[in-house]
């Protein structure tokens, strides 16, 4: 008898520890699911007084993953001059976008501040190349 008495109290001690790490796993999972994805979605900000950057993304192709790899890479620096924007082809957006334009997956267009497509891309891109394709397309030093 005091065998059980003893097991008891520790089962019983269990729960509260067990629930506390389910609630705060469960507002890790909330957290980190609401956090930004990254790159904008938001096709509306083209000619809106910035210039931009679209990435006709397609999660099915190496390259296209590479040149958003490129586009995190210099955006920072280009921070309040430069709008980088994912049309992913796989939604009705994105796809909607590529056809009204032309574009196929991995194209890489960049659009003056008034809305105009200055730039066309398809060649792979490394942070360094997408560098200099920026500040010669938006004549940046």
Do not use: C
């Amino acid at each position: 008898m005091p065998t059980s008495k003893n097991s008891s109290p520790n089962k019983k001690s269990i729960w509260p520890k067990l629930i506390t790490f389910s609630l705060i796993l469960i507002f890790i999972v909330v957290a980190v699911s609401l956090l930004p994805r990254g790159f904008s979605q938001d096709l509306s900000v083209i000619g809106q007084g910035a210039n931009a950057v679209v990435l006709v993304h397609d999660s099915n192709v190496v390259q296209s993953a590479d040149t958003m790899v490129a586009m995190n890479a210099v955006r920072d620096d280009y921070e309040g001059r430069v709008a980088f924007i994912v049309a992913d082809i796989n939604t009705p957006e994105g796809r909607q976008f590529a056809n009204t334009h032309g574009f196929g997956p991995v194209a890489l267009a960049f659009f003056g501040a008034n809305g105009d497509r200055l730039q066309l891309l398809y060649s792979e891109q490394t942070g360094e190349s997408l560098r200099k394709n920026l500040n010669s397309t938006f004549n940046y030093n």
